[in-house]
């Protein structure tokens, strides 16, 4: 099996830059207030989007975007401070992880959680990594009961 699971090295690597385009994507959003719609046509004319899994990147923008009031509030529940005082970094990935962990139930939460840490040692702030992992750990305990059970039964 491959760093990236039953689906193959070249689906997880589309897979993974669609994350990444989706965080900048998001960041951009929070800070522009502009339609997710129009940053989709502006990321899809960008080079690296053709490494991208382009389904998966808009479904990250789009649908987690429609999606922004109930995930802000799963958000809220597993942090210690207000959703203003987030980094605009970290709440977008947090919004990929959250939105991953509720949606699709394909990607497993160990991914879900490697996958957003290392985005935030990527492009958040020094320490960001860390505060993500525990929020989105708390969250798939939440949120992944039973797949989280069966990998700790696995583990036994």
């Known amino acids: 099996m491959t760093r990236y699971g039953k689906h193959g090295s070249s689906k997880g690597r589309a897979r993974s830059v669609a994350r990444k385009l989706a965080m900048q994507a998001l ?10 719609a129009d940053i989709h046509d502006q990321f899809v004319q960008i080079e690296e989007h ?4 382009a389904a998966y990147f808009r479904e990250l923008l789009i649908d987690l975007s429609l999606q922004q009031s109930k995930l802000d509030a799963l958000i809220a529940r597993h942090i210690d401070r207000s959703l203003e005082h987030l980094d605009p970094v970290e709440h977008a990935v947090l919004y990929i992880g959250l939105y991953e962990l509720c ?16 985005i935030v040692k990527r492009f958040g702030a020094e320490d960001g990594h860390k505060y993500v992992n525990a929020v989105l750990d708390s969250a798939s305990r939440e949120l992944r009961v039973e797949e989280r059970d069966a990998a700790r039964g696995a583990s036994s």
């Open 27 to 36: 960041y951009q959003w929070q800070i522009s207030g502009q339609e997710p």
């Open 50 to 53: 053709a490494k991208a899994d």
């Open 103 to 118: 949606n699709r139930p394909d990607v497993p939460f160990r991914v879900v959680i490697n996958e957003a840490v290392q």
